[in-house]
Structure formats: C-alpha cells, structure tokens
C-alpha cells in the first residue's frame, strides 16, 4: 500500500502536503516502521510457526519443528516489539494507567510460575506475553484508529498474498495433508488455524473506509480475496466462523442505521430468535455434524472434555502453571492421554479449559471480569453514529466471546487473537471515555 510512505508524519494517512513536505529520513523511518510491524503482526498471525519451517514427512502426517531458526526468529520479534515500544514509553504507561485491568491476567501468569510445575517455562512465557499485552497499548498510543485499521489491512493482505505465494512455490509446505481433509494452510502451521486467522484479519476490511477512486471495489476486492484463502482451507470450523462473523458485522451495521426506538426493539427481538435458532440445532445436531463431517464427538472433543477435569480437581483455583501444563515432563499429561486412550493428547479443546489448567479458577474469573468490561465498553459505544473502527472492536471482542465454546486459547503469548482482543478493549473504553466526556460537555 503505497499511502504507508505517502504520508510518513501520519503513518498511513492518504493526504500528501506539499507546503511542508516531511524530510527524507523521516518518510525512510517511516516505511521501516510499516513493514517492521507488518513482519510482527504476520508472526503473530501464524503463532510464531510458519508452514515452511516444518519439514513434514514421507507420508505427511507429521512434522519437525523449526528448531533454531524457529527460536532466533521469535527473539527477533520479541526484539522488535521492545524498539518500537522505547520511543513511546511514557505514553504507553500512561495508557497502561488508564486501564490497569489489562495487566492482572498476565501477572497473574507471572505469580504462578512460584508453583507451576515447569517453572523455567512459565516465567519466561508470561514474560513475553506480558510484551505482547504491552504492544497492544503501544498500538493504540502509537496510531489514530484510521491508521491503526490501515495497517491491518496490509498485514492482512501481505499474509494472505504470502499464503498463495506459498502454496505455488512450496506445496508441500503450503497444503495440509495432515487430515483426510486436504486444505490450504499458507504459511500457517495448520489449515484451521490459517482459516480462523483469516476471519479475524478480514474483519477490519467491513469496517474500514476505503479511500480514492473505485473504493468500493477495493474493499470488495480484499474481502473477497481472504474469502477465496478461507474456503480453500476446506476447514469446517473457519467456514461456520466465517458465516457467523459475517452476520454478526453487518447486522450491527444495519442496527447501525436505525433509530434508538427502532434498535432498542430489534436488540430485545433478537435474543429470543437466537435461542430459537440454537434449540433447533441442538434438537438437530447430530445430521447437523455428520453435514460438516463431523462426528457427534465433535472429533473426540467431548472425551477431552471429560477426562481434563480429572487434573482440573487436583489445582482447581490456582492452576498446573501459565503454559505448563502441556510438557512431556508433567505426569497429569500422561494420565490424561491414558485416561482418553490418545498418546498424542496435547490440549484441552476449550478455551475456558485450557486457562483453568494453567491459571486455575482465579485466572479464569479475571478472564471473565476482563470480558465483561469490554462488553460493557461495547454497548456503551453502539449508537447511531459510531464509527467504524468502534465496529471493528466489536467484532474482534465477538470473535474472543467465540472462543469460549470452540478450542482457541486465551492469552497464548505468540497469538495475534489475544493482542488483538487487548487492542479492541482499549480501544473500546477510550471511545467510551469520549462519549461521556462528550455528553458532560
């Protein structure tokens, strides 16, 4: 996007001043700023493990990882963030003041390492995830909502490019054949995780107000091109969130544009059709699975289910430890596996589940506490005239709420699910701060 360098002062902006044109190297600091944080968001995108960095065996069906490659790229990263950070310091802690509640979760992780059982891993872990949660502050102090939104676009774009780029160059590493479901994966390390990934970076296109000439086809053309990565992926998972998010956004988009009275009704209605809609799946969801390949198990989901909350009885208010649990070294894995008959058994499936292990039931009320303060910020800023970056957040906080039923994890320190939540409650409450500071005056 050639408007990144257009107007370096201003980080995205789209207006060229002639007058007062900005020096050369400050437009040079500029587009190295843009395609610095480009390369960190797209690290985030993937998890820290792009598809290329595994070698898959003859058959397929597993992989190696990356090994020092791996490892040197996220310190580079984790590097990368801090600089960006240094020159802004005094406005993140300013921010970070302002909305302290971001950081409880995070220490929260740092505390248990004192009885996790890897502490070497979880002290390290919550150290990094504590940067990540520190770099959403830094997104939002460091860029207006406009730019903030620009820069997403990009990202999006580039790992969506790179993601077809690899696929034709590298095949092997951009096409799943880890499941009898053959699907793209891109540079993602599973096709599940590029198809939900995808969703939650097409988001910004709905809200995002395109500029210059044929600007509706811009917009329609970026969505349609992440839509194109998301069907190829053939996950069903990606596909259901796709549907789903799509509706969310464009029927706020429409309650957007009706009178108080008229949404006030509307948002009372539409609850009970809702409830509606999920009694006749639930009465329907087994023909409902077997119509997205699944089994009524939802793939042996269920039995995870079960079986987790065997270790969950031992540590159940403070957890095995923040990314701890998960090692080969801790022995309630392996009772785990035993106990569902799956050696290979690696995660909880749930997202509530899997914090309830790491940070036990304090860390999952906080999580809570955390979600309710930003669905609050939310309703607080859905009117008639908000704007579109607002609709973003609230997308983003829909996507988070998602994950509560699906198998995402919360507060996973090389994800960009969970700096992007972060940035949308900022975001969030500093909308609302404006609109009350609005109506007082």
Known sequence: MATFAAAPARFGGTRTVRAQQPPA?????????????????????????FSFMFAPTANGQTASEGGPAQLLLSFFVLLTMVAVML???????????????LLVLPAWAMVTSVWSVSAYRTFPTSIVVLILTLFAF??????????????????ALMATLLSFLTVAVLPSAGIDHKNSTVGIEGIYSQKNICAVTTVELMTVGFCYAFRGRNAPLKQIGFIVFLTILVIGTAARTGWILYVVTVGFILLLKFLHRLMPLERFVVTWFLPSVGFALAWVVFLNAVPILHFLGKDPTLSGRTGVWRVVFLSIVRRPWTGFGYGAFWIGANPEVQRLATAIGDPHLS?????????????????????????????RNAVRCFRSNTPGYAIWYMSILFITLLSLVDGNKFMLWSSIDWMMYLMADIGLANEAKRLKALRSA
């Open 347 to 375: 995660n909880a499936e749930n997202g509530v589940l899997q914090l309830w292990l790491e940070l036990g039931l304090i860390g999952v009320l906080l999580l809570f506490a955390l979600l309710f303060r930003t669905c």
């Open 138 to 155: 830094y997104l939002q102090v460091r860029f207006s909502p406009r730019q903030l939104m620009q820069l997403f676009v990009f990202a």
């Open 87 to 101: 020159p802004v310091c005094n406005r993140i802690w300013f921010s970070v003041q302002q909305h302290w509640p």
């Open 25 to 49: 190297d400050a437009s040079i600091l500029s587009l190295l700023l843009t395609y610095a944080l480009t390369g960190v968001l797209i690290f985030l995108a993937v998890r820290g493990a």
